[in-house]
C-alpha cells in the first residue's frame, strides 16, 4: 500500500521555540493532506487540510498563525507549531489523499512535547 | 454531539476468541466508511473501506458489515490474536468532510 512519512517522529523542544513536522507521501503524489492532533486516548481531531499549491483550511478553533500549514510540492506537507507551549503537546499525525483514490494513507504520527 | 458513535469503549478478550466492535453514525450524505486500526503512538492503518452499496468487506481476519439503512456497521475479528491489541476506528465520510469515531481499544490477552 501507499506509504506517508512523517519526520521526525518524536521531538522535544522549549516552551517559545517553533518546530516543524515533515508529512511525505512516498510512493504516490497528495493533492490532498490533513493534519491531525490526538490526546492520549482520544480519537483524531482534525487541524487543517492542505491542498497542493494553495492556502490550507483550518477547522474552527484551530489558530492558523500558530499552526503554518505548507504543502509546496504534491509529495511534501509541512506543520510548523510557532512559539509552542506546553499545552500543545501532543501527538501529530498526517494523512495524505491520492490524487486517483479516495484512500487515506496515515504516517506514523510525531510526539511533540514542550517543556 | 459527535455524529460517529463506536461501542464499546473498550474491551478485553482472551487470545483466540472472535469479538465484534460496532459503529452507529448520522452522517448524512454518507459517502464511504472506513474502519483503522491504530496501534500505541503509531498512525492509523487501514483496515476496510466500504461505500453505500457494499455490504460487506473483509480483510484477513477483519470483516467489515454496512447497513446503510440503519447506518450501522461493524468489525468483526476472529480467532484474536495479542497483535490485536489496539484502538479501532470507525470513520465516516460525508460530501466534503469526515467523521471520526473515538474509538474502541481492544486488549486481547494470553
Known amino acids: 500500500g501507499a506509504v506517508v512519512s512523517q519526520h521526525p517522529s518524536r521531538v522535544i523542544c522549549k516552551s517559545g521555540t517553533s518546530v516543524k513536522i515533515e508529512c511525505r507521501s512516498l510512493d504516490f503524489q497528495a493533492t490532498t493532506m490533513f493534519w491531525y492532533r490526538q490526546f492520549p486516548k482520544k480519537s483524531l481531531m482534525l487541524m487543517a487540510t492542505?491542498?497542493?499549491?494553495?492556502?490550507?483550511?483550518?477547522e474552527q478553533g484551530v489558530e492558523k498563525d500558530k499552526f503554518l500549514i505548507n504543502h509546496a510540492s504534491l509529495t511534501l506537507s509541512t506543520l510548523t507549531v510557532t512559539s509552542a507551549h506546553p499545552e500543545d503537546s501532543s501527538f501529530y499525525i498526517c494523512s495524505a489523499e491520492g490524487h486517483l483514490s479516495y484512500e487515506q494513507y496515515f504516517g506514523p504520527g510525531t510526539r511533540l512535547t514542550v517543556t | 454531539k459527535n455524529q460517529v458513535e463506536q461501542s464499546p469503549q473498550s474491551l478485553i478478550i482472551l487470545e483466540g476468541k472472535n469479538c465484534t466492535l460496532q459503529?452507529?453514525?448520522?452522517?448524512?450524505?454518507?459517502?464511504?466508511l472506513r474502519w483503522y486500526k491504530q496501534d500505541t503512538g503509531r498512525g492509523p492503518v487501514s483496515l476496510t473501506i466500504m461505500t453505500f452499496s457494499e455490504n460487506t468487506k473483509s480483510n484477513g481476519r477483519y470483516t467489515a458489515t454496512l447497513d446503510a439503512d440503519t447506518k450501522q456497521s461493524s468489525l468483526h475479528i476472529t480467532a484474536s490474536q495479542l497483535s490485536d491489541s489496539a484502538s479501532y476506528i470507525c470513520?465516516?465520510?460525508?460530501?466534503?468532510?469526515?467523521?471520526f469515531g473515538a474509538g474502541t481499544r481492544l486488549t486481547v490477552k494470553p
Open positions: 459503529c452507529n453514525y448520522t452522517v448524512s450524505p454518507f459517502s464511504n
Open positions: 470513520v465516516v465520510s460525508g460530501n466534503n468532510d469526515m467523521r
Open positions: 492542505s491542498n497542493e499549491g494553495s492556502k490550507a483550511t483550518y
